[in-house]
């Protein structure tokens, strides 16, 4: 049995072999875009792209890691330069593509997972459409950032109160890109915004109730949290649990075989058909 997880380093006879071996196929979506004066501009790309390298070094012979999605759906960063947005319709699209290859290639589960808040609505529908679609493959959506084990770890670390799991270029943000490329995270240009009580994506209490503004109507870095308090070890405790989290969630989808379709429509005579 092939141990290869990467789909990118693998040829394709081995592609085919992995397609027998019931792995969970992930791709791993991201977005480019400013994240304050400190942190590049590719961080939610660069994290969920290390969270998915680790799990394929974790799990070998229970996942393929697609390359991954660096651009996504963030036209409310755009007043930051360096952010680069796709529009929705054809995010969605080049997404559902990826996914229809792999599924005609014969995987029959797929774990979409996301780096960026923009994306998240949007892979939710893809994920419906693949399953609607393709009869017999399982396709899940979700976000590393709310995994449990991810926000446990995250809660671990954390040295000060904040509402809600993550803001953005904050200190869980901060601490993961440190562990992971530290060289390239200006430090000495981060600065602290507390969050607002409400209205940049979440109501108050955390409601289950949406709401974006431009990201420059909201805070003038770019920045809503605490990085000035972050860390590697701190990032390399936030990695684990992220990693931890995914792959309950692949153990979850291997675990799982999905049920034929029932067509419950009263049958029509010859002469009753149109």
Known sequence: MSVRARWGEMAWPDVGQASLERRVVILPVGSVEGHGPHLPVDTDARIVDAVCQRVADAA????????????????????????????????????????????RHGFRRLLLLNGHGGNQSALDLVARMVATRHPGVLCAATAYYVLPQAEAAEARVRDHPTRGSMGHADFSETSLY?????????????????????????????????????????????????????????????????????????????????????????????????
């Open 60 to 103: 070998p012979d229970r996942v393929v890691v697609l390359p991954t999605v660096w651009y996504g759906i963030c036209p409310h960063h755009m007043d930051f330069p360096g952010s680069i947005t796709i529009s929705e319709t054809t995010f969605i699209q080049y997404v559902l593509d990826v996914c229809e290859s792999v599924a």
């Open 178 to 274: 440190l562990a992971i490329q530290p060289e390239v995270v200006k430090m000495g240009r981060a600065v602290d915004q507390p969050l607002p009580a409400g209205g940049f994506g979440f109501a108050p209490e955390d409601a289950p109730v949406t709401l974006m503004q431009h990201w420059s109507a909201i805070t003038p870095t770019g920045v809503l949290g605490y990085p000035t308090r972050a860390s590697v070890k701190a990032g390399e405790v936030m990695l684990q649990g992220a990693v931890e989290g995914v792959i309950a969630v692949v153990d979850q989808l291997l675990e799982l075989s999905p049920g034929p379709r029932v067509d419950h429509h009263p049958r029509q005579g010859p002469e009753e058909q149109p």
